[in-house]
């Protein structure tokens, strides 16, 4: 096994030299598939006639680029050791060693997930999903004041008060070739995306004192972050003998 976590950290490490935003694709690549009902993989699977796939839901194209990756890892690993690596947990290894590249916490990736039969669909943030925070926050014509005005200003310019509803904006990490607490830092200058992001400072003493904690300590970030990343990776795997290894992540065996 150790010779298979080498493969993927090389093709990481070739691939977010090339292209830096890539670390943060394939970590939301990871997350993605294991919010939507477990890390399995389903979301690397290629549309066909009878299945409309979760990857053709996702049009980040950004995002769109780290699938290229997972293939040239699943490569390199069915020459070395075939159906070994499952592509759920090649992802989890992606993730992991994505994040280490720049410059966030390390982690032990548990493995021995296995890849799913089939696909779940998956929605996206929309212009649609926050333009109430942009024209009419409280049902009275006026803007969310605790959104920042220049941003908001930014935001307006692609999602205005009509149409434009499928235009997409992702949350993507501020310093986007660097990992770092940043993000709980722009939170305390009410430079959050969506309300979900902001009320984790507006709406409960809990959340903010966590978000105050974040942006004052990178270290205590780092240290929560790999524990929530070995808890996510965790999330509803197939074991034993459900579901399959895939010799080609975009598609079921035959």
């Given at each position: 096994?150790?010779?298979?976590q080498?493969?993927?950290?090389?093709?990481?490490?070739?691939?977010?030299?090339?292209?830096?935003?890539?670390?943060?694709?394939?970590?939301?690549?990871?997350f993605?598939?294991?919010?939507?009902?477990?890390?399995?993989?389903?979301?690397?699977?290629?549309s066909?006639?009878?299945?409309?796939?979760?990857?053709?839901?996702?049009?980040?194209?950004?995002?769109?680029?780290?699938?290229e990756?997972?293939d040239?890892?699943k490569?390199?690993?069915?020459?070395?050791?075939?159906?070994?690596?499952?592509?759920?947990d090649?992802?989890?290894?992606?993730?992991?060693?994505?994040?280490?590249?720049?410059?966030?916490?390390?982690?032990?990736?548990?493995?021995?997930?296995?890849?799913?039969?089939?696909?779940?669909?998956?929605?996206?943030s929309?212009?649609?999903?926050?333009?109430q925070?942009?024209?009419?926050?409280?049902?009275?014509?006026?803007?969310?004041?605790?959104l920042?005005?220049?941003?908001?200003?930014?935001?307006?310019?692609?999602?205005?008060?009509?149409?434009?509803?499928?235009?997409?904006?992702?949350?993507?990490?501020?310093?986007?070739?660097?990992?770092?607490?940043?993000?709980?830092?722009?939170?305390?200058?009410?430079?959050?995306?969506?309300?979900?992001?902001?009320?984790?400072?507006?709406k409960?003493?809990?959340?903010?004192?966590?978000?105050?904690?974040?942006?004052?300590?990178n270290e205590?970030?780092?240290e929560?972050?790999?524990?929530?990343?070995?808890?996510?990776?965790?999330?509803?795997p197939?074991t034993?003998?459900?579901?399959?290894?895939?010799k080609?992540?975009?598609r079921?065996?035959?």
């Open positions: 096994m150790p010779r298979a080498e493969i993927v950290r090389s093709v990481v490490a070739k691939a977010v030299a090339k292209e830096a935003r890539m670390a943060a694709s394939l970590v939301r690549l990871h993605h598939d294991c919010f939507v009902k477990g890390c399995d993989a389903s979301i690397l699977l290629d066909t006639g009878s299945l409309v796939s979760e990857k053709r839901s996702n049009p980040n194209r950004n995002s769109a680029r780290g699938f990756v997972i040239e890892i490569s390199a690993l069915e020459k070395e050791c075939p159906q070994t690596v499952s592509c759920a090649i992802m989890a290894l992606a993730a992991r060693d994505s994040t280490v590249l720049v410059g966030g916490p390390s982690w032990v990736v548990p493995l021995g997930r296995r890849d799913s039969k089939g696909s779940h669909t998956i929605g996206n929309r212009c649609v999903s926050f333009r925070r942009l024209y009419n926050q409280s049902g009275n014509s006026q803007p969310d004041f605790t920042d005005q220049s941003y908001a200003a930014q935001l307006r310019a692609r999602c205005p008060r009509s149409g434009g509803d499928q235009n997409l904006f992702f949350l993507d990490f501020v310093s986007p070739t660097k990992f770092d607490n940043s993000y709980f830092k722009n939170l305390l200058s009410f430079k959050g995306l969506l309300s979900s992001d902001q009320v984790l400072v507006t409960n003493q809990a959340s903010l004192e966590l978000v105050k904690k974040y942006a004052e300590s205590l970030f780092f929560q972050f790999a524990k929530s990343m070995i808890k996510m990776g965790n999330i509803s197939l034993g003998s459900r579901g399959e290894i895939r080609n992540c975009r079921i065996n035959a």
